[in-house]
C-alpha cells in the first residue's frame, strides 16, 4: 500500500470541505491516511487514490457517509462544560410556567450532551412538556446515541442522584455498562443532519448547543452554519458555543449574555 501522497490528501481535504464544509489542515495528513487505511485494506486497494475514485463512482452514498464518519471527531463526554448547564437550569428556572420547551444538541456525538439535557429538563420540568433533539453528520455516532447505552468508566460527570434516577447499571454481559431509562429516552430524538447543508425540518427552539464543532470551519462556513442554526431558535432564545469558541464578527442578531452564551435578539 503506498503512502498517502500531498497530491492525495488535498483531493479527500477538498471532498471533506465540500461535503461538510470541514477545512483540514496540513496536519491532519498523518489521521486522514490512518483513518482512511482500513477502507483501502476492506476493498484491497493499493492506492489513497484507487479508493477516491471509488467514493466517485459510488452512486448510493454509502460510502461517503464511511468516510465522512472516519475523518470526523466526535469526542464528548457527560456534563461537558458544566456551566453550560448550569445557565441551562437558570433559564429553566426562570422561564414562565406552561409552553413546550425544546432544545437542540446541533453536534450531538454519540449522544452524552443530548441525554445530559435531558435530566436537566427532567428534573426542573418533571412531565410538562419538553423535547431534546440530537442531531449529527456521523451515522455512526448516532446508533450509539439511540441506544442509550454507556461506559460506566465514562460516567463521571453524571451526578449520584442523576445516576440513581435516570440510569440503570447494568449486568452479566453488560457488566460496566449503564442504559439511559427508557422514560428518558423516549423524551430525546436523534437525526442525521448536516450543518454544511440545508437542514431537515425540525422545528423552532428555545436553547441550541452547538460546542465544539465550529473549529473545524473557516470564517465563511461559520457564517453561513450560524445563520442557518439562527434562524431555527425562537426570539429570545440562548445559543451556547464551546469554551473555545466565539461569534465575534460572525452574526449580529444575537448578543453575548456570558462568555459563549448568545440570545437572539427579538424581532
Not at 461538510?20 to 496540513?26: T, W
Not at 469526542?75 to 414562565?96: A, K, S
Not at 440510569?167 to 436523534?190: D, N, Q, Y
Amino acid at each position: 500500500m503506498r503512502p498517502l501522497s500531498t497530491q492525495e490528501f488535498n483531493l479527500f481535504k477538498n471532498l471533506i470541505f465540500d461535503i461538510a464544509g470541514i477545512d483540514l489542515k496540513e496536519n491532519k495528513k498523518t489521521l486522514v491516511a490512518s483513518r482512511l487505511q482500513k477502507r483501502l485494506i476492506h476493498y484491497a486497494l493499493n492506492t489513497y487514490s484507487d479508493y477516491f475514485t471509488l467514493l466517485n463512482d459510488d452512486k448510493t452514498g454509502k460510502e461517503k457517509q464511511v468516510m465522512v464518519d472516519l475523518l470526523t471527531t466526535n469526542e464528548t463526554y457527560f456534563f461537558r462544560e458544566p456551566t453550560h448547564f448550569d445557565f441551562l437550569t437558570d433559564v429553566l428556572q426562570q422561564r414562565p410556567a406552561g409552553g413546550h420547551f425544546r432544545i437542540w444538541s446541533a453536534a450531538s456525538s454519540s449522544g452524552q450532551e443530548a441525554y445530559s439535557m435531558a435530566m436537566i429538563l427532567a428534573d426542573k420540568l418533571g412531565k410538562s412538556p419538553w423535547e431534546v433533539v440530537g442531531t449529527d453528520l456521523s451515522s455512526r455516532v448516532l446508533e450509539t446515541a439511540r441506544t442509550g447505552v454507556y461506559s460506566m468508566m465514562r460516567t463521571e460527570g453524571i451526578s449520584p442522584d442523576y445516576l440513581r434516577r435516570f440510569c440503570l447499571k447494568g449486568s452479566g454481559p453488560h457488566e460496566g455498562e449503564l442504559l439511559i431509562i427508557p422514560e428518558l429516552r423516549s423524551r430525546v430524538t436523534f437525526s442525521h443532519a448536516n450543518l454544511n447543508a440545508i437542514l431537515p425540518n425540525i422545528g423552532q427552539f428555545d436553547v441550541i448547543f452547538l460546542r465544539n464543532v465550529m473549529i473545524y470551519f473557516n470564517d465563511d462556513t461559520k457564517r453561513t452554519i450560524i445563520k442557518r442554526i439562527l434562524e431555527r431558535l425562537k426570539p429570545d432564545g440562548h445559543l451556547i458555543v464551546g469554551h473555545s469558541e466565539s461569534l465575534k464578527g460572525l452574526n449580529d442578531s444575537v448578543v453575548a449574555v456570558k462568555p459563549t452564551i448568545y440570545q437572539q435578539k427579538a424581532a
